[in-house]
């Protein structure tokens, strides 16, 4: 961070004030008011952050008129194409990308963190048989906290360390383990001798009567779908997990308030209402009317749109080409969803409606019908994205903490409600 930019000049009630200005690698200069309060007595109003940096950070870049993101410098869709989960989880959480021996010792320590303790499968039997799996992970997730006591201690990087393997470890059994008590069928335990993504895959759909067999084709979109899901910059549910932590709080319960946020149908939770739409509208003859709808502002047209993205998501792009290739495999490319989805993006893209309001879709358009067609209902989708968003929580946590000028985020408000006034009894209330 430079700070050798000329400083922000603000005017209020006629005295002058210079803001420093800082600038970043990337990106737009920002203006410094931490000390506006104690100097000036006023806050700045931005409800929604919609232009407020709410912290440094040297992981994640987004430059969303261009349609860019980098993580740690490299764009996306290389990632996508030439790297895997777990070099990219190294790469979020260390930095730089992997030698092989150091990959070799990452791949490894979190392949011998998947088993989970036989006692934690009691928290699972708590749940109502049909309890939604978010639900489930929210909980599970918050209890490893009471289940492993000794790697909360924030302030020691060896328990930190621990506990990013356990949580990027553990987080496909869990996930997995919520999936089939929501199917109703026995847990499947990992298997040391797979990969992330297939030993995940194989912990959803194996059954005892019946092993996994592994497909390359949809194993490498199950990792790819985790890459893209990795990191996303200070989106709400890393903010939450930010804000958490900053407090102290440990990691497994931080990330647990990140799962709580992902879920909501504006974040995470869009992935299952895309779907949803898709079917709604069910066949291609059916769009103009939908789009109608969407103009008349009933509704919003899911996995459409981005606080960030003013153009084609990065991510939407790689999910699109995983779509055809994992529907080409399984032989579902007549898929009607399919059809409805792309006729559905050529309409918006060329609609006043849209272009006006730089709407493009965005990774949650094409993730529904891919992982649809791969087995995992409609109620999985969010827990795949919290799977994978594991790792740029705990990255994002661990920058956190290891900031020295760390303090508890604590945001001020534009109060508007009543002044003070005196307490009536009851008696003489009218
Ligand atoms: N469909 C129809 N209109 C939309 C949509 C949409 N999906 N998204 C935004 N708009 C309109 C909105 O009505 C508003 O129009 P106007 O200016 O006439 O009032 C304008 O576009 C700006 O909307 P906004 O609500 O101020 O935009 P935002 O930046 O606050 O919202 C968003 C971003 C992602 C919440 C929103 O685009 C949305 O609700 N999209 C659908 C849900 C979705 O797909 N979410 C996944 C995001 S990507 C995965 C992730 O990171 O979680």
């Known amino acids: ?17 210079d803001l420093p200005t800082l600038k970043g690698t990337l990106g737009p200069d920002v203006v410094d008011v931490r000390q506006l309060y104690g100097e000036a007595d006023i806050f700045t109003y931005d409800p929604s952050f919609g232009s407020t940096a709410s912290c440094e950070s040297k992981i994640t870049y987004i430059d969303g008129d261009k349609g860019i993101l980098l993580h740690r410098g490299y764009p996306i869709d290389e990632l996508a194409k030439k790297s895997n989960f777990l070099e990219v989880a190294y790469l979020l959480l260390y930095g730089d990308l992997p030698t092989a021996s150091e990959y070799a010792a990452f791949e490894c320590n979190i392949t011998y963190h998947t ?30 906290s009471a289940f492993y006591p000794d790697s909360i201690d924030v302030s020691d990087p060896k328990q930190r360390e621990i506990s990013t393997h356990r949580l990027i470890a553990k987080m496909p059994t869990i996930a997995a383990r919520a999936f089939k008590y929501w199917s109703g069928q026995p847990f499947i335990s990992p298997r040391n001798n797979l990969t992330y993504a297939e030993n995940f895959l194989r912990m959803c759909f194996a059954v005892p009567a019946e092993d996994y067999v592994s497909n390359p084709v949809l194993t490498r979109a199950m990792d790819r779908i985790f890459i893209l899901h990795a990191d996303h910059e200070q989106n709400a549910s890393t903010s939450t997990v930010r804000m958490s932590g900053s407090s102290g709080a440990n990691p497994f319960a931080c990330i647990a308030a990140g799962i709580a946020c992902l879920w909501g149908p504006a974040h995470g939770g869009a992935n299952e209402e895309a779907l949803n739409m898709l079917k709604e509208i069910g066949t291609v003859d059916r769009i103009p009317e939908y789009v109608q709808g969407v103009k008349d502002r009933k509704y919003r047209l899911m996995g459409f749109g981005h606080r960030v993205y003013k153009n084609y998501d990065p991510r939407a792009k790689v999910m699109q080409e995983t779509a055809h290739e994992v529907l080409d495999e399984l032989g579902k490319h007549d898929e009607p969803l399919l059809k409805v989805a792309m006729e559905l993006e050529k309409i918006a893209l060329h609609d006043d409606y849209f272009v006006e309001r730089k709407l493009y879709p965005n990774v949650d358009f094409y993730s529904g019908i891919t992982l649809s067609a791969m087995g995992f209902p409609p109620e999985m989708f969010t827990v795949l994205f919290a799977l994978a968003r594991t790792v740029g929580w705990v990255a994002q946590w661990r920058e956190m903490i290891e900031d020295p000028h760390r303090r508890i985020a604590r945001p001020r408000q534009l109060y508007t409600g009543e002044t003070q006034r005196a307490y009536t009894p009851i008696e003489e209330r009218g």
């Open 1 to 17: 961070m430079v700070d050798d930019v000329a400083p922000a000049v603000l005017n209020v009630a006629e005295k002058c004030y």
């Open 115 to 144: 088993m989970l303790h036989a006692q934690f499968d009691r928290f699972f039997e708590g749940f109502r048989r049909d309890a939604h799996p978010m639900g489930v992970l929210t909980g599970t997730i918050g209890a490893l």
